[in-house]
């Protein structure tokens, strides 16, 4: 666990080190385009399970992590959409604090999706008496639930703050950005509503973590998509 | 300086045999009678040892007869019983015996406690000195190694253990943990005991016969509850402990269903232990629901034996490592060592009281 948690710590100061050179050459927060949103995205990762990891005591954690983010990273280094800027970019101070707290809650809804593949992976082995030898490395079902719960709630604080300060930027949004970031947050409250209303078992409230982060990352990639015709 | 043990286990002894020479002796007498320089007795129920060094050879039989309940006494062709190991063999022994290898139940963590115990006893006592010190400090260093290294302590190996480790890979701590026991058998109550070793306090015991039920529920500090009120507990508990002599199943997927509605984000753990089985198989297809058999459990506890087992060439590799090494220091270090301390000093020995 103390490998995974300082590797995760590496690769996250060189991602903070690269946010903060981009951001300082741009003279805003550096999510303008969907290569820079990407890197962000895989940053929030390796900064909620910095805050997470230890906090709640989650073996495997950083096992499940360290792959995401190098994925996420390898996405945006190959995929050729680091698009250039012209020139200085605007800043709006209320939209940069819309698009990072969003994304930083975006973080969080990764890490319950990881939660809910360690949780599926470990109520199979249960449920069919087939023990690997993961079994024995990973948490107790019940400890997991409570991580995806309270992830769940700190992403979802999040992305409303951000919603609500999307109101504020003094300028028109996109209606398809309006639409898709309203239909992650009702996604999300629809999961938390189920788990506290029990309409949920909590095998489906991380199948269904699975599903929102997959939904919420497609998402994202319309919303930003949407948002280089409209970067201000 | 010559490192030898000599010892008694189950591998060669029987228990009337084992038991007519442990815990008699005191590692004092094998240094006064036996003409040893440095002395340890390792002394627990599968096995009875004395690690020493001395400058001369000192017979296995002096040995026995100072570990022999009545020192006075023929020791009536015992000693052929006991195996002797020198100098190397004996190091690679200790080793062995310290990793868990030559248990009884390969893997068995108990016995490293118990040499930390003989050694700190042994150290305080005086009779362990340089050549025990180093000896023994290095046999925990590669016991600790083998542990971590190989898995040949993963997994546990009887039904009721097997039962625990899946109690706490559901619920993680098990002191909020409620537990139903239904029909009061020799196994369900050893379960019980090994659940309530690892926290668990709120127990309800259901018997047929309410006599039987009310004596579990002493002797388990929980409490009876009667045999036609146990279904009604489903909806509280979180695992149920089943071994009546039914000889048709007690619990149905159609009868447990609806109980379960309410508490659909809590788990329940059924260790079926009961043959003919108590609760229906199909229960297992209920959300939430993990339903364990008596052969299922067998069969975890069999698996993690034979991955022990497969660990054992993993773990001879890092102790062969560790004698030669050994041996190599013994042979630059200690024999020409004269200004050696002849005792290990108090920070050097000492042994962190959570290690033992």
């Known amino acids: 666990m103390r490998f995974n948690f300082f590797a995760v710590g590496l690769g996250f100061i060189f991602q903070t080190a690269f946010l903060s050179i981009r951001g300082h050459v741009l003279g805003r927060c550096p999510i303008t385009n969907l290569f820079e949103v990407i890197v962000f995205v895989a940053w929030s990762v390796a900064l909620f399970y910095m805050v997470v990891g230890p906090a709640y005591r989650l073996s495997l954690m950083g096992a499940f992590t360290a792959p995401l983010v190098v994925l996420l990273q390898l996405f945006a280094l190959f995929a050729l959409v680091d698009q250039p800027h012209h020139g200085r970019l605007p800043a709006n101070p209320w939209l940069e604090f819309h698009a990072s707290i969003s994304l930083v809650a975006y973080g969080a809804f990764a890490l319950a999706c990881i939660a809910g593949v360690m949780y599926l992976v470990q109520e199979r082995q249960l449920k069919t008496h087939h023990l690997h030898s993961i079994f024995y490395h990973l948490p107790p079902l019940t400890d997991l639930f409570a991580a995806i719960t309270r992830l769940l709630w700190w992403g979802f604080a999040l992305y409303t703050l951000g919603l609500v300060s999307g109101f504020f930027v003094g300028e028109p949004l996109p209606w398809m950005q309006i639409s898709c970031a309203i239909g992650v947050w009702c996604l999300y409250g629809l999961i938390l509503q189920g788990r506290y209303l029990r309409w949920f078992a909590p095998k489906r409230v991380a199948a269904l973590c699975i599903i929102g982060f997959s939904a919420a990352l497609t998402l994202l990639w319309g919303i930003t998509f949407t948002a280089q015709t409209h970067t201000p | 300086m010559n490192l030898f043990c000599v010892g008694l286990s189950h591998h060669n002894a029987d228990v009337e045999t084992r038991e007519y020479f442990a815990g008699h002796a005191e590692t004092d007498c094998v240094l006064r009678n036996a003409g040893c320089n440095e002395a340890l007795l390792l002394s627990t129920c599968n096995r009875v040892e004395v690690y020493a060094a001395a400058e001369s050879f000192v017979p296995t039989e002096q040995i026995a007869r100072c570990l022999a309940r009545t020192q006075t006494v023929e020791l009536d062709g015992h000693v052929e019983t006991f195996y002797r190991y020198e100098a190397a063999d004996c190091v690679r022994h200790l080793f062995r015996v310290a990793s868990g290898l030559d248990s009884m139940v390969v893997g068995e963590t108990e016995i490293l406690g118990q040499a930390k115990k003989a050694y700190e006893a042994a150290r305080t006592a005086g009779a362990a000195g340089r050549y025990l010190h180093r000896l023994f400090q290095r046999a925990f260093r590669v016991a600790k190694q083998v542990r971590t290294h190989t898995e040949i ?8 253990s097997v039962a625990v480790d899946l109690a706490q890979k559901i619920f993680g701590d098990l002191q909020n943990c409620k537990v139903l026991v239904l029909g009061a058998g020799e196994t369900s109550e050893r379960t019980v005991r090994a659940l309530v070793s690892r926290g668990v306090a709120d127990l309800r015991v259901s018997n047929r016969s309410p006599e039987r039920a009310e004596a579990v529920a002493f002797a ?40 379960l509605r309410h508490r659909i984000d809590r788990p329940l753990f059924i260790i079926d232990i009961a043959v003919p089985r108590d609760v229906a198989p199909d229960v297992n297809a209920l959300d939430g629901v993990y339903l364990y058999d008596i052969d299922s459990l067998q069969s975890i506890a069999e698996q993690s034996l034979a991955t022990r087992r ?24 200690l024999n020409c060592s004269a200004q050696a301390p002849e005792h290990p000093t108090v920070g050097e020995s000492s042994l962190r009281s959570s290690e033992l």
């Not at chain 2, 890092?318 to 630059?332: G, L, W």
Request: hydrophobic share 40%; proline share 3%.
């Open chain 2, 153 to 160: 302590t993963r997994g546990a190996v009887s039904v009721g």
């Open chain 2, 220 to 259: 388990v500090n929980g409490r009876a509850v009667a045999f036609e009120h146990w279904t009604e507990q489903c909806g509280e508990i979180d695992i149920l402990i089943t071994s009546t002599s039914s000889d048709v199943p007690l619990l149905s997927q159609e009868k447990l269903a609806p109980m």
């Open chain 2, 310 to 333: 497969e660990q054992i060439a993993a773990a001879e590799k890092i102790i062969s490592q560790h004698v030669a090494e050994f041996d190599e220091s013994i042979a630059r270090g």
